[in-house]
């Protein structure tokens, strides 16, 4: 599978392109400046290559949107034609210096996505994490949970798999609208890690007596 990631350059882009890429998923990394992402695609090896948004957009399947709030809606466009597209949302509308967030949850950010990602299969995923937990998502006897959700069935499951290499047990919490109750999720993280003094060696762990079905 082939997965292209728009803010590939960014902290959360770069290592989760290098883990999947290290699984064996060919990555393009994508940048504003695109000898800045060949550059960087270089340093991670064979599964990788660098372009621009657009390019990355039109070599994946999957399609991660791994920029700042502020800069989606302009990166979306920059993208170019992403019909059919998977695009997994994965920002946060943190504020810069944690000035709370830049929207409320109605709609939510992934709502809005889908809206400017004119014909994509939006999923909800991988915003409730620190970048820094990425590469051990095991924390004793428990596996970090990972939140997703989407409308298109075929476009979790692939998603689901992403989540799986990366190390989470992956929880369905349902359609995209559900992006109202999993995003903030996110602002919970923050305020735990930067405002609370627990630091981001932090993650969510949904607890139950019985096996998933
Ligand atoms: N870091 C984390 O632990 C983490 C965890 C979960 C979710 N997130 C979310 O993931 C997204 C990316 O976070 P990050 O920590 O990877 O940020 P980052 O290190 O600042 O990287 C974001 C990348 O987005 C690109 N970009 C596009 N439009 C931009 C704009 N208007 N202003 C600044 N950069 C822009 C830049 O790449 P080019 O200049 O190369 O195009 C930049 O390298 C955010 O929405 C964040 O909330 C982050």
């Not at 809005?112 to 994490?129: E, F, L, N, P």
């Not at 970090?144 to 799986?164: E, M, N, P, T």
């Amino acid at each position: 599978m082939k997965i292209g990631i728009i803010g590939g350059t960014g902290r959360l882009g770069s290592t989760l392109g290098k883990i999947w890429a290290e699984k064996g998923y060919q990555i393009m990394f994508g940048s504003r400046d695109p000898q800045k992402a060949k550059k960087f695609a270089i340093s991670i090896g064979s599964n990788a290559s660098g372009g621009s948004y657009e390019e990355a957009a039109k070599f994946g399947d999957i399609i991660i949107l791994a920029v700042p709030w502020s800069g989606a809606k302009e990166s979306i466009k920059a993208a170019g034609d992403l019909d059919g597209k998977i695009i997994v949302d994965s920002t946060t509308t943190a504020a810069p210096h944690l000035g709370g967030t830049l929207i409320g949850v109605t709609p939510s950010a992934a709502e809005k996505v889908a809206k400017w990602a004119v014909g994509a299969k939006v999923i909800k995923a991988v915003h409730t994490i620190g970048v820094e937990s990425l590469t051990k998502l095991q924390f004793g006897s428990q596996q970090a949970s990972l939140f997703i959700c989407g409308d298109s069935l075929d476009a979790k499951s692939k998603v689901k798999q992403l989540g799986l290499d990366l190390g989470f047990e992956v929880i369905d919490a349902g359609p995209l609208t559900n992006a109202r109750l999993i995003e903030p999720l996110a602002m919970l993280w923050i305020e735990l890690a930067y405002k609370r003094g627990m630091g981001t060696d932090i993650a969510f762990k949904l607890l139950r007596r019985r096996k998933a079905k």
